[in-house]
């Protein structure tokens, strides 16, 4: 009995010992998960790259930091791979020093594409091209997601998760009771627009305060109207031209055609609440408030889907407010949809740092985030039934029915100008301290030379 009990001790302390070593074991991945998958990730699943380390860095923090290494979580039990991020609320300052002093992390997250064409011209940047299968790209992303990753020539990364600007919320149960209906084409939304004029109140509410940043609205305007005007070749040489003699400027027919556009809605009598003297003065949070006063002062605003959050506390989406696509002006150019979002951009190529990449190209790297809220998934891949919010289902609904995706403007053109003219210009020409043609000649002479 004595010798049983002490082979009995030995298989428990045995057990005891072996789990924590089975336990970090790679679980391997789901059979059947995911198809056209590049040698790397094939790798990764079968636990052949378990214990190595994938460093990366992006604007991530706090709540959001907290989704992204959620939504990493099964990938890293799965195949053993460690993703280590950390997120810096000055990132652009962090990864150019980064790159620069010779410290890359393998992997960053790019919000604006504009930053991330200067390490790609300075050769910096891996071409995903170079492993990634392109029948999987193309199947998983729309061409447009594919055309706005080549940078420079290049594939320069893999777009993640993105946000919807082509948005047009209005207060539902006022709106209704008033007996409109949601425009679908350019004529209904201007006749919606003439309508509510004649009944006493103003279509839209618009604000383009923001401190410092104040114009920055006005500018994602500019862009609706430009890819509802213009080619989307126009657009893109207007935003992030491939070389300088490539440049669409500003003072082009084309792009004071879009300008004159816009004017012609918030410039227009009554058209906008508190008429154009109150725009560059109106805190962009504070624009839709008076969509949700008990007899609305306006019945429209344009912008993107975090707007929600400013809206007074209480109110429930698909009752108190909902939204609908800003319709195209011009067939020619369909119907396309502004975006803005974050691109994964890799400066280190090994097999782990490969295999990472892949599964970001594949919608479960945001499955549960999708479900906590706070993203859009570009993957074609990605169900609309692992949405959480019934808002953003609805968006990505609309965003896989457009004709064409481009991104803001005014995060992939140079800083001095997306970021600084763009926004100045725009704030002087609606407050009418300059005339048009005066403001789109001075954001042009703020254009880098080289």
Not at 160 to 173: C, E, F, I, Q, T
Not at 193 to 199: C, S
Not at 411 to 417: H, L, N, Q, R
Request: hydrophobic share 45%; aromatic share 12%; proline share 6%.
């Amino acid at each position: 009995m004595k010798r049983i009990g002490m082979l009995l001790m030995l298989v428990v302390m045995a057990s005891v010992m072996v789990a924590p070593a089975m336990a970090q074991a790679p679980a391997g991945c789901p059979e059947g998960l995911w198809s056209l998958m590049s040698a790397e990730l094939t790798s990764a699943c079968a636990g052949e790259l378990a214990g190595t380390v994938v460093t990366m860095t992006g604007p991530f923090t706090d709540a959001d930091e907290v989704k992204f290494n959620e939504s990493i979580a099964d990938f890293e039990a799965w195949t053993g791979i460690d993703i280590q991020y950390t997120g810096s609320k000055e990132f652009e300052v962090a990864i150019t020093a980064a790159v620069d002093g010779g410290a890359a992390p393998d992997i960053a997250d790019f919000p604006q594409p504009g930053l991330l064409k200067r390490f790609v011209d300075a050769g910096q940047v891996v071409d995903v091209n170079t492993f990634m299968n392109s029948e999987w790209l193309s199947t998983n992303y729309s061409q447009s997601w594919l055309d706005m990753a080549n940078i420079g020539g290049i594939n320069a990364g893999i777009w993640a998760r993105y946000n919807g600007k082509s948005l047009v919320w209005y207060p539902k149960k006022a709106f209704e009771e008033a007996g409109y209906t949601v425009p679908t084409t350019w004529a209904e939304l201007t006749a919606l627009a003439d309508q509510i004029v004649a009944d006493g109140s103003s279509p839209w509410c618009v604000g383009i305060e923001s401190g410092a940043a104040t114009g920055w609205p006005a500018t994602d305007w500019m862009e609706e109207v430009m890819l509802r005007t213009t080619s989307l070749e126009n657009y893109d040489n207007w935003t992030l031209p491939a070389t300088p003699e490539d440049r669409l400027p500003f003072t082009s027919p084309e792009v004071k055609n879009a300008a004159e556009t816009l004017g012609t809605i918030w410039f227009t009598e009554n058209y906008v609440f508190g008429g154009r003297e109150a725009i560059a003065g109106t805190f962009f949070g504070d624009a839709p408030t008076p969509m949700f006063d008990e007899n609305p002062g306006c019945y429209m605003h344009k912008q993107g889907n975090f707007i929600t959050s400013f809206f007074p506390e209480g109110l429930v989406a698909g009752e108190d407010y909902d939204f609908f696509y800003l319709p195209g002006i011009d067939e020619a150019y369909g119907n396309p949809f502004l975006v803005a979002g974050d691109i994964y951009a890799m400066f280190s190529d090994r097999p782990e740092v490969r295999a990472v990449m892949d599964f970001f190209s594949r919608g479960d790297s945001l499955k549960t985030w999708l479900a906590s809220g706070g993203a859009l998934s570009p993957h074609n891949d990605a169900q609309l039934e692992w949405y959480g919010s019934d808002v953003e289902r609805g968006i990505a609904e609309l965003v896989a029915g457009a004709t064409s995706l481009r991104f803001d403007g005014s995060d992939i053109m140079p800083g001095a100008v997306g970021a600084g003219s763009f926004w100045k210009g725009m704030t002087d020409w609606v407050s009418g301290t300059v005339d048009l043609d005066t403001a789109l000649a001075e954001i042009d002479a703020s254009w880098p030379s080289s």
